[in-house]
């Protein structure tokens, strides 16, 4: 069953605290992105990733960190330094990384920070 | 700087009524469009592009969407909504940057389907 999974589905820490957001493709697609939902501010590209080993900053990449070490895989770190991280957080990925692709988006993971 | 506007924040219409979501969009060089749709509790998933060619595009679920250049515009329609149509719609805009596909969505538009 082909597909993005984000885990885990809600996520609570403390104020202070780096967290890690997990995102997994089986898709074999190149391109990777991360976006934050915030209520009726729609989706903002954080950061993303057009090959392993790559990625670039998004329009709200402060406070935030990716890595991209294998195709499938595309891990963000919300780190102290981000200023409001209670959020809904979608990963998503397309299959070409010079074309023009749709997108495909995993679940979402809720991030609640106390 | 590319950014997309969706000016209905909230929408809510009667079953059987039709529907028209406006998008604008500001870049002036070669767009991909994209209406995606968020249905409650569920994934975000392609309802319909436009790449090229025919600027009225059709869609799943009967949705239909026409790109105009002159008006920046991919205004998404539907002739008669269902209450199934309650869910959360994203126009996209894409764009090739450098070799790297920068994406732009809008804020959004709810729309609610009243039985």
């Known amino acids: 069953d082909g597909g993005i999974t984000q885990s885990p589905k809600y996520l609570f820490r403390k104020e202070g605290q780096n967290v890690t957001l997990s995102c997994e493709q089986n898709?074999?697609?190149?391109?990777m992105y991360w976006y934050r939902q915030d209520p009726g501010q729609g989706l903002r590209l954080i950061y993303y990733?057009?090959?392993?080993?790559?990625?670039q900053k998004g329009d709200i990449a402060e406070g935030y960190s990716v890595s991209r070490e294998k195709k499938e895989s595309f891990p963000l770190t919300v780190t102290s330094a981000q200023k409001n991280p209670t959020a809904f957080y979608l990963c998503?990925?397309?299959?070409?990384?010079?074309?023009?692709?749709?997108?495909?988006f995993g679940p979402g993971t809720r991030l609640t920070v106390l | 700087a590319q950014s997309v506007s969706q000016h209905n924040h909230h929408v809510i219409l009667s079953e059987a009524a039709s529907l028209e979501l406006g998008c604008n969009y500001s870049?002036?060089?070669?767009?991909?469009l994209f209406w995606y749709v968020q249905y409650p509790g569920q994934h975000l998933q392609l309802l319909l592009k436009?790449?090229?060619?025919?600027?009225l595009v059709k869609g799943i679920k009967g949705f239909e969407a026409e790109f105009i250049k002159s008006k920046f515009s991919f205004n998404l329609r539907k002739p008669s909504v269902q209450w199934s149509d309650t869910a959360e719609y994203f126009c996209?805009?894409?764009?090739?940057?450098?070799?790297?596909?920068?994406?732009?969505f809008g804020t959004g538009t709810k729309l609610q389907v009243i039985p």
């Open positions: 990733s057009q090959i392993v080993n790559d990625f």
């Open positions: 870049y002036g060089g070669t767009v991909n």
């Open positions: 898709l074999n697609h190149d391109a």
């Open positions: 998503a990925s397309s299959p070409t990384s010079g074309g023009i692709s749709e997108q495909f």
């Open positions: 996209a805009v894409i764009m090739n940057s450098g070799g790297y596909q920068k994406v732009t």
């Open positions: 436009y790449f090229s060619g025919d600027p």
